[in-house]
């Protein structure tokens, strides 16, 4: 083990001892008093992690170092005790990669990159977001606190065939209907 990986290793480390979610993201009045850093960790656009231009070979470290990722202001953090230390994010942090519908049909299952899976819905809200130096946007769901996943192309064409075309004020447009509630996802 390099120095490098025994530093990463010390950073999930500490974050194993949060045990909730209430503990890893605090409220944002708390991250201002923690001691700002930056880590050279990337999150790239297509879900790997790399740490000073190394891709990350553990899958569990990944998982660990997600669990303390929190996200304000536009920009992305690691919580850590004591420390929150900003990294890059290309474009959104997870991407969906599994689709899954309830046997009625009447909730959406996204399952991202790293195996969380959310229903759909108001808490999970899925919506169409700017993909970072392209001219489209393409459709999200929200995970946790600010914290979306990309649909992965493959998805991307699944939801569009759970979709209904509505006519609305504004043409024909595309909603996705989860849990309740109606998602738009765009205009035909």
Request: charged share 20%; with cysteine.
């Amino acid at each position: 083990m390099n120095l490098d990986d025994r530093f990463l290793e010390s950073i999930a480390e500490q974050t194993i001892n949060l045990d909730t979610d209430s503990d890893r993201l605090r409220r944002a009045a708390e991250l201002l008093h923690l001691m700002p850093g930056k880590m050279a960790i990337t999150i790239h656009r297509n879900g790997d992690w790399s740490y000073q231009g190394s891709m990350f070979n553990r899958p569990a470290m990944v998982d660990l170092l997600a669990k303390s990722l929190v996200a304000f202001n536009d920009r992305y953090y690691l919580l850590a005790p004591e420390q929150l230390l900003e990294i890059t994010v290309e474009d959104l942090p997870f991407l969906v990669i599994d689709l899954n519908r309830s046997i009625d049909h009447h909730q959406v299952i996204a399952t991202t990159n790293l195996g969380q899976s959310v229903v759909i819905n108001d808490e999970h809200a899925c919506y169409l977001s700017a993909v970072p130096g392209m001219a489209v946007k393409v459709p999200c769901v929200g995970i946790r606190s600010g914290i979306a996943a990309r649909l992965s192309r493959p998805m991307y064409y699944q939801i569009l065939d759970w979709c209904e075309v509505e006519e609305t004020g504004e043409g024909q447009r595309l909603f996705l209907h989860s849990d309740g509630c109606q998602f738009e996802l765009g205009a035909l």
